[in-house]
């Protein structure tokens, strides 16, 4: 069964109060398997827009990938982001097919 990725692009216009969205959201991703495989760091754009943040986030299947984002808990966490953040959000599938080589 295929990994489930969460791809954001963020840019926060209020650090301070985006620090609540921060913590609210760490009880859906512990409860929904979730690990940062990016989380901000440098980055170069090589085509195309950025925002200023980037992050991954790998869940153990793309099911709960969807469910995490469909949940109470993160809906809950998700409104103590919005208004601080613009943010460019897509849930994706895994691939676990053959690979170059």
Same mark, same amino acid.
């Given at each position: 069964? #295929? =990994?489930?990725?969460?791809?954001?692009? /963020?840019?926060?216009?209020?650090?301070?109060? *985006?620090?609540? *969205?921060?913590? +609210?959201?760490?009880?859906?991703? !512990? =409860?929904?398997? !979730?690990?940062? %495989?990016?989380?901000?760091?440098?980055?170069? /754009? +090589? @085509?195309?827009?950025?925002?200023?943040?980037?992050?991954?986030?790998?869940? #153990?299947?793309? @099911? !709960?990938? %969807?469910?995490?984002?469909?949940?109470?808990?993160?809906?809950?966490? =998700? !409104?103590?982001?919005?208004?601080?953040?613009?943010?460019? $959000?897509? $849930?994706?599938?895994?691939?676990?097919? #053959?690979?170059?080589?």
């Amino acid at each position: 069964m #295929p =990994k489930g990725y969460w791809i954001g692009r /963020v840019d926060v216009s209020n650090p301070d109060a *985006y620090q609540n *969205y921060v913590k +609210a959201n760490a009880v859906p991703f !512990a =409860k929904f398997g !979730a690990r940062f %495989l990016v989380r901000g760091g440098g980055y170069r /754009v +090589a @085509e195309g827009e950025a925002r200023a943040r980037n992050v991954v986030i790998e869940f #153990p299947t793309f @099911e !709960a990938a %969807l469910a995490c984002w469909d949940s109470p808990e993160y809906q809950a966490a =998700k !409104a103590e982001r919005d208004g601080h953040a613009v943010a460019d $959000i897509i $849930i994706i599938e895994g691939y676990e097919g #053959p690979q170059p080589g």
